[in-house]
């Protein structure tokens, strides 16, 4: 009996949120937590898995789709322009997030999830991402899948012509990768510039 309750209620719902955005007599101001916004993308991660959603559309079909998802999971109204509004907003957090990821003066942590760069930087260079000073982007993950790997999800997800986000260590790491790596031809002309450094040092 309580879950038919349950169910009726959520009907209701639903059927209220439809003829008020048919209407436009929604009038209520609409205010985003924390659970909504993970519900939300994990919504659009799904949808993504399934090749729905692509950030330089209107996505309406999958708006569409999440729309009873979100409410029946959330308990509360929103409009598919409510969606829509709140993904454009994820998209302009990855965009930062990618952006300063990719700065010359940041470092991501992996293990913490932290840009560190000095704090001279972030006062002189980096004001515009100050929302991440303290804290990493919770979703990177979700927003590589949902924005079609905007992020440079590290190293084995870089876009062409870019750059994976370096970690402290990094110049060691590759520096010794490359003399592991090297080929006989580098070895050689390596071998060849001792040798001339040397007769230099003899004369």
């Not at 939300?40 to 996505?59: H, M, Q, S």
């Not at 590589?144 to 440079?152: C, D, E, G, H």
Request: with cysteine.
């Amino acid at each position: 009996m309580t879950t038919d309750f349950y169910h009726a209620g959520q009907k209701i719902i639903i059927l209220h949120i439809y003829c008020s955005a048919a209407t436009g007599h929604n009038t209520m101001r609409f205010h985003w937590t924390e659970e909504d916004e993970g519900v939300y993308i994990e919504l659009l991660v799904d949808e993504a898995f399934k090749g729905n959603i692509d950030y330089r559309k209107d996505n309406e079909d999958a708006l569409n789709r999440i729309l009873p998802l979100i409410m029946f999971r959330r308990g509360k109204l929103f409009t598919v322009r409510e969606l829509r509004r709140k993904f454009y907003s994820l998209l302009k957090r990855c965009s930062l997030w990618e952006k300063a990821t990719k700065h010359y003066t940041v470092r991501w942590n992996h293990t913490t999830n932290m840009l560190e760069s000095p704090d001279e930087e972030w006062e002189r260079l980096l004001q515009w991402a100050e929302r991440y000073r303290h804290e990493g982007e919770r979703y990177w993950l979700e927003f590589s899948i949902i924005f079609a790997n905007r992020l440079p999800v590290d190293d084995l997800a870089v876009l062409p012509n870019q750059r994976p986000p370096l970690r402290w260590g990094d110049s060691v790491e590759r520096s010794e990768a490359k003399e592991e790596t090297a080929g006989p031809s580098e070895v050689k002309e390596e071998t060849a510039g001792e040798e001339r450094d040397k007769k230099k040092r003899r004369i």
